[in-house]
């Protein structure tokens, strides 16, 4: 693997900070959660460059190092990532995306599939916007749910229980995700629906948690169902930050799909 480097993409409207670990292997592009940034990954930087593929981790507008994002004018995390794939000359890639990193990449997939190899989602409510799905979703909350400390309802109660220093370097991650600010939410650029999500053209891997507080594995079972051709691989007891908690299971499932995608392409 040769050396990781860091920098700033200059995009329309600010700078996305990144690194990179280069080479010559198939990109993968990872988009973050909500609670986090570029610095989420630290179990799949090494991993993944290991099996052979460039990787490649940002900091969505408003979080780590990246630019502000206004409430009026927060962009769109699709075009925001499109000009950062154009900056580094990525081509197509693999997307692997967890919790609100999946609405963004659900995004990417209906703007730009030609730019997608495959698109991994884990945990995340995709941004769906058919009211089945939103009403469903709704029903698993109740008033104060959002008010939980963040990591209550990222992390599952295992891992919380059993790993009080990785407990403690998420809580680090995430103090540092706003760049001491708020998080502003991105715009979505394209409607997502079930009928749009439909016609995706890259394979598709699902992932859930167990334990996942926000889509437990009967809801993503839905998606997976209504998805054509998208595969599921729940992992017990993870919350809704899989890659996290279980960094091992998670990368073995996405890097056997990756790998599959890409010998198909051969």
């Known amino acids: 693997m040769t050396e990781?480097?860091?920098g700033k993409a200059a995009i329309p409207g600010g700078e996305l900070w990144y690194w990179d670990t280069?080479?010559?292997g198939p990109p993968v592009v990872l988009l973050h959660a909500?609670?986090?940034?570029?610095?989420?990954?630290?179990d799949q930087r090494a991993a993944f460059a290991e099996a052979g593929y460039r990787v490649v981790g940002y900091s969505r507008r408003g979080h780590y190092r990246s630019s502000a994002a206004s409430p009026e004018a927060p962009g769109s995390g699709a075009d925001d990532?499109?000009?950062?794939?154009?900056?580094?000359?990525?081509?197509p890639f693999h997307a692997v995306a967890v919790a609100a990193g999946g609405i963004f990449a659900a995004d990417f997939?209906?703007?730009h599939p030609a730019a997608l190899r495959s698109l991994v989602i884990?945990?995340?409510?995709?941004?769906?916007?058919?009211a089945d799905w939103q009403a469903r979703l709704g029903a698993l909350r109740f008033p104060g749910f959002r008010d939980l400390p963040h990591d209550f309802l990222e992390l599952g109660p295992t891992y919380r229980a059993e790993?009080?220093?990785g407990l403690a370097e998420w809580r680090r991650i995430h103090e540092l995700a706003y760049n001491g600010g708020e998080m502003v939410v991105q715009d979505i650029s394209n409607e997502i629906t079930w009928a749009s999500l439909g016609g995706l053209a890259p394979p598709v891997l699902l992932i859930v948690g167990g334990a996942d507080l926000y889509v437990?594995?009967?809801?993503?079972r839905e998606a997976a169902a209504r998805i054509p051709g998208a595969q599921l691989v729940v992992m017990p007891d993870a919350g809704h930050c899989a890659q996290w908690e279980q960094p091992e299971e998670f990368n073995r499932a996405v890097l056997g799909f990756i790998g599959r995608v890409e010998a198909a392409r051969t």
């Open 163 to 165: 790993n009080p220093d």
């Open 122 to 130: 884990a945990g995340s409510v995709m941004g769906i916007a058919d």
């Open 34 to 42: 909500g609670t986090g940034s570029a610095l989420s990954w630290p």
């Open 22 to 24: 280069g080479g010559d």
């Open 4 to 6: 990781v480097r860091e």
């Open 216 to 220: 437990p594995p009967p809801v993503m």
């Open 109 to 111: 997939a209906l703007g």
């Open 81 to 91: 990532l499109a000009a950062l794939a154009s900056v580094l000359d990525l081509g």
